[in-house]
């Protein structure tokens, strides 16, 4: 029973299939120069890398999930003059072996970048990282709010 159109990339219906058919998929096959979709999984490794922004009182801290990667394969920069930082990496591919058949590949790799601009009132020669169960968690800490100058009364001499 053929439900989609073969020009659309599927062949045929599996009604007890858990793929979710993407009807975009053939176009992205396309603009990737053929079936495997190379640039667009390398674009999405990009993209995908999720990074929470908290700010507290204190910093600002970042958060990433980056399962699998150990701190030796991350870099963390500052850049244009210390007011951006960024994030780095790079998932590397799994060894294939001639005789390995794959069904399904879903998880991103390639390399990852993120950048950040950072605030003007932050100490970035404190800032701290550390990873932990495949969490990066980077700490900016901020310079404190200068009080507002409060009215001085003068005495009038003479």
Do not use: C, Y
Not at 56 to 84: M, N, S, W
Not at 94 to 99: A, D, Q, S, T
């Amino acid at each position: 029973m053929l439900i989609v159109p073969s020009f659309l990339g599927r062949r045929s219906f599996d009604p007890f299939s858990l793929e979710v058919w993407d009807p975009f998929q053939s176009f992205t096959d396309l603009a990737s120069g053929g079936p495997s979709g190379q640039f667009v999984k390398e674009t999405s490794a990009i993209a995908n890398t999720q990074i929470d922004w908290k700010e507290t009182p204190e910093a600002h801290i970042f958060k990433a999930d980056l399962p699998g990667l150990k701190k030796e394969e991350v870099k963390i920069e500052l850049e244009e003059g210390q007011t951006v930082l960024q994030i780095s990496g790079e998932r590397s591919k799994e060894e294939e072996e001639k005789n390995d058949k794959w069904h399904r590949i879903e998880r991103s790799r390639g390399k990852f970048l993120r950048r950040f601009r950072l605030p003007e009132n932050v100490k970035v020669e404190e800032i701290k990282a550390s990873m932990e169960n495949g969490v990066l968690t980077v700490t900016v800490p901020k310079q404190p709010q200068p009080q507002p100058a409060q009215p001085k009364s003068i005495e009038i001499s003479g």
